[in-house]
């Protein structure tokens, strides 16, 4: 058997550096990072990358800050499993492995000019955090911008001091609700569908922006559509079991459609009769 | 008039050749292993290969993306070091039949897709392939003509075809056409040569019929009335989850990556091994959600990636019509029969319009 290194192998790792951590919620911790050497991430909203601990293995993470910030990045990463678990270990100034960017993100150009309605339930509002903050530092270039944020319990809210920052800017709109309340909660309480109804939007010019649990988007989407938003401009982000990352493991096919390449984020249009899908 | 692209090689000289092929390098070649089953083994000699055979329990795929192969190497101390390595072993395979030659070829479209798999594409390079042309059905469970690959079509340096008392030897490549040279042991076909070919294939074209009564163009269209067809329910049923289907097929590729640490725990590698989109946590994620939880989404998923999904991705379809998942099946699940009820099912809607 013979063996030779491969330089441009799609499993080559870049070293990262963990710049600063905090902890979110208990299960749900933020980390910055840099590239080791020194070189951007430049990845667009909404993608994703691998992340790697060598000897435990890989998970598929959405970079959740904007790519404007081009010397470092922010993962906000849910301890679940076996990765996930040992980032939460992890602090300041520890060595990561990382590959990607990868996939396709929120086609930014596209909706530069429209109105925006951002959604995001639970854990979705990582991968749109990067959306959100790339249209902050382009403020301009975009119509109306809406923020929906629901979570079961106040407790589990993320990021929440930059919700509070976005609730008090002039030029967003933005509204929550728990499922759950308790008793220093004097928020909207219900599930984040009851939000939708009472947004202001002209449906022809805006984009919807949709991440959260898989059980939400059937009923956001009858909503979104009930509004006239145009099916192509449903924008939804999947999460799959993923291996590769590269279209080859199969792991996160839904029917013909690969979420690692062609997604993580599709257009409703796109996937709407894939019954693989919802 | 003499075709430089084929050559004859008698009889009487097959010892000599397999002998010349294998002192260039590994020569891997059919094998009998009792109870009618074949498999893909080094030969050293023309003794132990199976000239009449059929297709090997497990499919030439598992030399150019091995069951369990490192793509990293990495060390664990203060300095923690990776780095991306492809293992391979140049190789010859003899024998290859022409199921098994769009077999890889499928792969090779998958692979080169962007982003490039390298380690596939590496090892590629390095494996000289050389057919054999199957001159009948190799047995009931083939499905080889309704995806046109009971004809040679390329994927090959050489391919031999038995001709009685020779070998037909077609020169598709110049790495096949330096193993002849170096052999030296063929000599140039002539017209008659060319003649005897040219009848067998035309005895073949009466023997292969579509095994599935359909219309191979109509095949994808097929597939878009059945999703919901009450087939898959009926798999859903029989189907064990075991994955030997998708484990012998030469086309399916699907994988998973592990890490593993040798025992000073100061060095280890990341390797993909076969993964098989019938077992149950495949598309299972976090939180306990299953995109595929039934067994008949599952069975589905599998038959789509054959006759549909790629056909739009690839213009092909992904079955080589090998019917080894229909030998492999302990549950008694054949392809041709799946095919057949989907077809019958269809008929009663909307399928009467293509009749
Ligand atoms: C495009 C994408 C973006 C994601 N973004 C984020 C994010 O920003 N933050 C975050 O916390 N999580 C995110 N996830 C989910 C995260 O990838 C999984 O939680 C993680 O891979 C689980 O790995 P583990 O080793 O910790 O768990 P494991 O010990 O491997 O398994 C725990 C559970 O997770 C399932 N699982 C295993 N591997 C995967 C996998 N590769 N993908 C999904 N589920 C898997 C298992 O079936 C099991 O049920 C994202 C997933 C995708 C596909
Ligand atoms: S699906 Fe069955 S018959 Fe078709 S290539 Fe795979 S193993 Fe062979
Ligand atoms: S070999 Fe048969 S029983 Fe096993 S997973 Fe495939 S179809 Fe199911
Ligand atoms: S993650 Fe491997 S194919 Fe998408």
């Given at each position: 058997m013979e063996k030779v290194v491969i330089k441009d192998s799609g499993y080559r790792l870049k070293k990262a550096t963990i710049l600063r951590t905090?902890?979110?919620?208990?299960?749900?911790?933020?980390?910055?990072?840099?590239?080791?050497?020194?070189?951007?991430?430049?990845?667009?909203?909404?993608?994703?990358?691998?992340v790697s601990l060598l000897g435990i293995g890989e998970s598929p993470i959405s970079v959740c800050s904007s790519p404007s910030r081009r010397d470092s990045f922010d993962l906000c990463i849910r301890a679940v499993g076996k990765v996930t678990r040992r980032l939460h270990t992890l602090k300041k100034g520890d060595e990561i492995g990382i590959r990607g960017p990868y996939g396709r993100g929120f086609p930014v150009n596209i909706i530069t000019g429209n109105d925006l309605l951002i959604i995001a339930g639970g854990l979705g509002i990582a991968p749109l955090r990067s959306l959100i903050t790339y249209v902050l530092d382009n403020r301009r270039d975009f119509g109306k911008v809406h923020i929906l944020f629901g979570c079961k319990e106040p407790k589990e809210m993320l990021f929440s001091d930059?919700?509070?920052?976005?609730?008090?800017?002039t030029d967003l709109h933005y509204a929550c609700t728990?499922?759950?309340?308790?008793?220093?909660?004097?928020?909207?309480?219900?599930?984040?569908?009851?939000?939708?109804?009472?947004v202001d939007i002209e449906p022809l010019r805006t984009f919807a922006a949709v991440v959260g649990p898989p059980v939400m988007y059937t009923f956001v989407i009858k909503e979104l559509l009930k509004k006239g938003i145009p099916k192509r401009q449903i924008l939804l982000s999947f999460e799959r079991n993923m291996a590769c990352g590269n279209g080859k493991c199969g792991h996160c096919q839904i029917q013909n459609l690969y979420v690692c390449q062609d997604g993580p984020v599709f257009n409703y249009e796109q996937i709407k009769n894939l019954s693989e899908a919802f | 008039m003499e075709d430089t692209q084929y050559v004859v090689l008698k009889k009487d000289r097959f010892e000599e050749f397999i002998a010349a092929l294998s002192s260039m390098q590994k020569l891997v070649a059919p094998v009998a292993k009792g109870f009618g089953a074949y498999a893909f083994e080094e030969v050293t000699s023309a003794d132990p290969i199976a000239l009449n055979y059929i297709p090997t329990i497990l499919p030439l795929k598992k030399y150019f993306m091995p069951q369990r192969e490192t793509l990293l190497e990495f060390t664990l101390d203060r300095r923690s070091h990776a780095e991306a390595v492809v293992e391979y072993?140049?190789?010859?395979?003899?024998?290859?039949?022409?199921?098994?030659?769009?077999?890889?070829?499928?792969l090779n479209m998958v692979f080169s897709e962007r982003p490039k798999d390298y380690n596939y594409l590496l090892r590629k390079g390095t494996i000289t392939l050389i057919g054999l042309e199957c001159n009948d059905y190799c047995d009931e469970y083939a499905s080889c003509h309704l995806v046109h690959a009971s004809f040679p079509s390329g994927g090959y340096d050489l391919l031999f075809t038995d001709l009685g008392d020779y070998f037909m030897v077609h020169i598709n490549t110049v790495s096949g056409d330096r193993i002849v040279r170096t052999a030296g042991l063929c000599e140039g076909a002539g017209s008659a040569h060319m003649n005897e070919l040219r009848s067998?294939?035309?005895?073949?074209?009466?023997?292969?019929?579509?095994?599935?009564?359909?219309?191979?163009?109509?095949?994808?269209e097929l597939f878009d009335a059945v999703f919901g067809a009450r087939v898959w329910d009926n798999l859903n049923e029989r189907c064990l989850a075991c994955g030997n289907c998708t484990n012998v097929c030469p086309t399916c590729y699907c994988f998973n990556i592990k890490d593993e640490l040798d025992l000073t725990l100061a060095r280890g590698i990341r390797y993909r091994v076969w993964d098989?989109?019938?077992?149950?946590?495949?598309?299972?994620?976090?939180?306990?959600?299953?995109?595929?939880?039934?067994?008949?989404?599952?069975?589905r998923h599998r038959y789509y990636r054959k006759f549909r999904y790629p056909v739009d991705r690839f213009a092909r379809f992904f079955c080589t019509?090998?019917?080894?998942?229909?030998?492999?099946?302990?549950?008694?699940?054949s392809l041709k029969e799946t095919l057949s009820e989907l077809i019958k099912e269809s008929e009663e809607r909307v399928w009467k319009k293509w009749l």
């Open positions: 905090k902890n979110l919620t208990r299960n749900e911790k933020f980390f910055e990072i840099a590239l080791k050497d020194g070189s951007s991430l430049d990845h667009e909203p909404g993608q994703f990358i691998m930059e919700l509070e920052q976005w609730s008090q800017r728990v499922d759950r309340a308790d008793p220093e909660w004097a928020g909207n309480v219900g599930v984040i569908t009851t939000l939708i109804p009472g | 072993e140049p190789l010859t395979i003899f024998g290859a039949h022409t199921c098994d030659l769009a077999g890889i070829q499928c067998l294939r035309d005895r073949k074209r009466t023997v292969f019929r579509n095994e599935v009564p359909i219309k191979t163009k109509l095949i994808p098989s989109c019938q077992l149950e946590p495949f598309a299972r994620v976090a939180g306990g959600i299953n995109f595929r939880k039934e067994r008949s989404a599952r069975q019509g090998c019917g080894r998942c229909t030998r492999a099946c302990m549950a008694d699940i």
